[in-house]
């Protein structure tokens, strides 16, 4: 039967080869990005992170099509694999032994939130929660310890208990005025070379 022990005997390495470039002073930041367009006619968010795309979606009853997860499902599913990683770089870490590892992650997303009857009810998702559930040989104060440890440096997790602010812009991009001037630069570079074939 397939376990994570072989896998974690490879975390190990790589977390302490990361820990010792931290060390040494040879770590840097990372820059992160992602990248999200609607389609046109689905409205479909197509996110795209490195080479990677996710497709996210409203279900029918917001006009969508249920092709992909709503944003607030994936913000739950984001949690989900990040404190899923921590679990299994402390683990790795800590050489406590896991025979398996999942983890369950639930919240409430209210439609009413901001309404008239429900301005206390928030718009954005909460009574966010979440379960592990670990088959393990380790005793119950190791797991205790890598629980919190988990609990003390999941990014993800951590972001959401201590939010910080965002900045935000709106670039306004004119696509018919965009048009009409390469549409006017294209007639003036065709009429210059008329003009040319004619003085020759």
Request: hydrophobic share 40%; proline share 6%; net charge negative.
């Amino acid at each position: 039967m397939s376990h994570l022990n072989d896998y974690l005997a490879e975390k190990r390495e790589a977390v302490l080869a990361r820990n010792a470039a931290i060390e040494a002073g040879t770590a840097q930041p990372l820059q992160l990005k992602a990248h999200v367009r609607a389609e046109g006619r689905s409205g479909v968010r197509r996110l795209r992170i490195r080479d990677h795309q996710v497709i996210s979606d409203s279900p029918p009853d917001f006009a969508g099509y249920n092709l992909g997860p709503s944003s607030p499902e994936l913000q739950l599913g984001v949690l989900g694999t990040c404190v899923t990683h921590i679990f299994l770089i402390q683990a790795a870490q800590r050489q406590v032994p896991l025979q398996s590892l999942e983890v369950e992650v639930t919240g409430i997303i209210d439609p009413r939130g901001g309404r008239p009857g429900h301005e206390s009810t928030p718009i954005w998702p909460h009574e966010i929660g979440y379960t592990v559930h670990i088959d393990s040989p380790a005793s119950r104060a190791d797991i205790d310890a890598l629980f919190e440890a988990v609990e003390r440096s999941c990014p993800i997790l951590n972001l959401l208990r201590n939010p910080q602010a965002i900045k935000a812009e709106v670039k306004l991009v004119n696509s018919q005025q965009q048009q009409t001037q390469q549409a006017e630069a294209a007639n003036a570079s065709s009429s210059g070379r008329q003009a040319d074939a004619l003085a020759a």
